[in-house]
């Protein structure tokens, strides 16, 4: 049985990209460990906070791979004989990814307190108008083609 798509339509031209952040990203929403927030921080940028309690920085990695901010736990247990009657803080080894969008940029991180906080922003770059020629032929011509280039400014 094929997969129907909304991106598979004739119109959407390229979109395939999309479809597979898309798959990526819900993928990831399963994952319950470590839980986080996001919030917005100001017009351009974001928070990631990760609850890491018992993680200390050097068991901590963040990193960008492949338009993915990818944060990774990994805790060595040290066996100090000691004896849990209830074990309720999980310091298990994880990895948490976030599918990050076209010009978001990752800032900074910092560990405080047993949260990790990621701050992204997103760069705003400038409209780009490409100019496009227009050509056309003149059929009238016999055995050769003329060229015709017609300028059109944006708005008109």
Known sequence: ????????SPLLLGFDHFERVLDRATKNSAEGYPPYNIE??????????????GFVMEDLSVAVEDNQLVIRG???DNKDNRVFIHRGIATRQFQR????AEGIEVICANL???LLNVDLERTVPE????????????AKEKGRKAV???DVEPGD
């Open 127 to 138: 409209p780009e108008i490409k100019k496009i020629e227009i050509q056309t032929t003149n």
């Open 1 to 8: 049985m094929t997969r129907m798509s909304i991106f598979d």
């Open 112 to 114: 405080d307190n047993g």
């Open 40 to 53: 917005q921080t100001s017009e351009n940028s974001l928070r990631i906070t990760l609850a890491v309690a």
């Open 74 to 76: 990994k805790n060595i």
């Open 148 to 150: 015709e280039t017609i």
């Open 97 to 100: 990814s976030f599918v990050l």
